[in-house]
């Protein structure tokens, strides 16, 4: 049975602030690893690999902030920048593969970003039990992973808030990519966030089935838009580009339309005129802080790292002051506390 940690060494992951083959981008170098699955690892040979999901690197989402993750893991250990690298797969059949060029040249860390790497990532675990890895939005039961998730439906949440204190049509909309676990807890949260504050106001939701086509999320964000809302916030990785692409086109011509982003601050990507916030999710502080625990010794395998709320884990982007009022910043804020409290239980399933 995993042990569940709130957040991971709470001093450490105190997140203050506020990728076979055909699939890669960039060779592995080869070469021997500091102690391997052993003890610490003189930081000045540490290395550390990381493969994506179908959505790529540059997603402007979740794998992109895992990968900033690791490049400041770089920066703060002065490490050679072949130490840090990055696989990038095509489909899944990529995953295994690329999981294993890591482990088997003794890395000694490897990351698997996204839940649809879940069961991979646990075959390569098993046979590989002195290999280290550690893996984002999915749970993999073994000794030798370390499992970060987190509290989506909190953050979601709270963009619920913002959509429905903002919306003039009382019509908002949610894009998904892959209906999994833990894009229904972004749909669950968001709707809740929504009703808490105006259970009038409609919530339309499409699920595209991908996350990494951005035309099928233009397409899905045409749809909802068409049905006269307002406000449309996706969880759909690179599809979501294609929301932002739909909000522009549609603001161009005069509608007053806007987006709400995810994983990252998305106002930086496509711009404060159509991203009214974005739910973050400090992947890139998880990684960060994960992948020094295991340089240092510490490294939690067998452990689920839980980040919501509470632990600075989630929450809106600082940039949110840009569009939102001062007063839905401040109704935020009392719900964000109502949260942390146990006073209200935002719905995951």
């Given at each position: 049975?995993?042990?569940?940690?709130?957040?991971?060494?709470?001093?450490?992951?105190?997140?203050?602030?506020?990728?076979?083959?055909?699939?890669?981008?960039?060779?592995?170098?080869?070469?021997?690893?500091?102690?391997?699955?052993?003890?610490?690892?003189?930081?000045?040979?540490?290395?550390?690999?990381?493969?994506?999901?179908?959505?790529?690197?540059?997603?402007?989402?979740?794998?992109?902030?895992?990968?900033?993750?690791?490049?400041?893991?770089?920066?703060?250990?002065n490490l050679p920048e072949a130490n840090v690298n990055y696989l990038q797969s095509t489909s899944d059949a990529d995953y295994v593969p690329n999981?294993?060029?890591?482990?088997?040249?003794?890395?000694?860390?490897?990351?698997?970003?996204?839940?649809?790497?879940?069961?991979?990532?646990?075959?390569?675990?098993?046979?590989?039990?002195?290999?280290?890895?550690?893996?984002?939005?999915?749970?993999?039961?073994?000794?030798?992973?370390?499992?970060?998730?987190?509290?989506?439906?909190?953050?979601?949440?709270?963009?619920?808030?913002?959509?429905?204190?903002?919306?003039?049509?009382?019509?908002?909309?949610?894009?998904?990519?892959?209906?999994?676990?833990?894009?229904?807890?972004?749909?669950?949260?968001?709707?809740?966030?929504?009703?808490?504050?105006?259970?009038?106001?409609?919530?339309?939701?499409?699920?595209?089935?991908?996350?990494?086509?951005?035309?099928?999320?233009?397409?899905?964000?045409?749809?909802?838009?068409g049905q006269g809302a307002d406000i449309i916030f996706h969880a759909a990785g690179q599809t979501g580009d294609g929301v932002f692409n739909e909000?522009?086109?549609?603001?161009?011509?005069?509608?007053?339309?806007?987006?709400?982003?995810?994983?990252?601050?998305?106002?930086?990507?496509?711009?404060?005129?159509?991203?009214?916030?974005?739910?973050?999710?400090?992947?890139?502080?998880?990684?960060?802080?994960?992948?020094?625990?295991?340089?240092?010794?510490?490294?939690?395998?067998?452990?689920?790292?839980?980040?919501?709320?509470?632990?600075?884990?989630?929450?809106?982007?600082?940039?949110?002051?840009k569009n939102v009022p001062e007063d839905v910043l401040a109704l935020v804020e009392e719900y964000k506390q109502k949260i942390v409290s146990g006073?209200?239980?935002?719905?995951?399933?």
């Open positions: 049975m995993k042990k569940v940690f709130s957040a991971l060494s709470v001093a450490t992951l105190s997140l203050s602030l506020v990728l076979a083959g055909c699939g890669t981008t960039q060779e592995a170098p080869q070469g021997q690893a500091g102690e391997g699955a052993g003890g610490e690892t003189p930081a000045a040979t540490a290395r550390v690999g990381m493969v994506t999901d179908v959505g790529g690197v540059n997603d402007n989402s979740f794998n992109q902030s895992a990968w900033e993750g690791l490049q400041a893991l770089r920066t703060e250990l999981l294993n060029q890591f482990v088997k040249d003794n890395w000694d860390l490897t990351w698997g970003i996204g839940f649809l790497m879940g069961d991979h990532l646990k075959k390569v675990a098993d046979e590989n039990p002195n290999a280290k890895l550690a893996i984002i939005d999915a749970e993999v039961d073994a000794p030798n992973v370390a499992s970060v998730l987190f509290k989506e439906h909190e953050g979601a949440f709270l963009a619920g808030v913002v959509a429905a204190k903002m919306s003039q049509s009382k019509k908002v909309g949610f894009v998904g990519g892959v209906e999994i676990p833990v894009i229904k807890r972004f749909e669950l949260g968001f709707e809740a966030g929504v009703k808490a504050v105006d259970p009038e106001v409609q919530v339309i939701k499409i699920y595209t089935g991908f996350f990494d086509k951005p035309d099928e999320g233009k397409s899905a964000a045409a749809q909802i838009y909000g522009k086109d549609r603001k161009s011509k005069g509608e007053n339309v806007w987006v709400i982003g995810v994983d990252k601050d998305q106002s930086l990507t496509f711009g404060d005129d159509i991203t009214l916030t974005s739910m973050v999710k400090r992947v890139d502080e998880a990684v960060l802080r994960v992948s020094k625990d295991a340089i240092d010794g510490n490294f939690p395998g067998g452990s689920i790292v839980w980040l919501g709320l509470a632990e600075d884990g989630v929450g809106l982007a600082e940039t949110s002051s006073e209200i239980n935002v719905p995951a399933e």
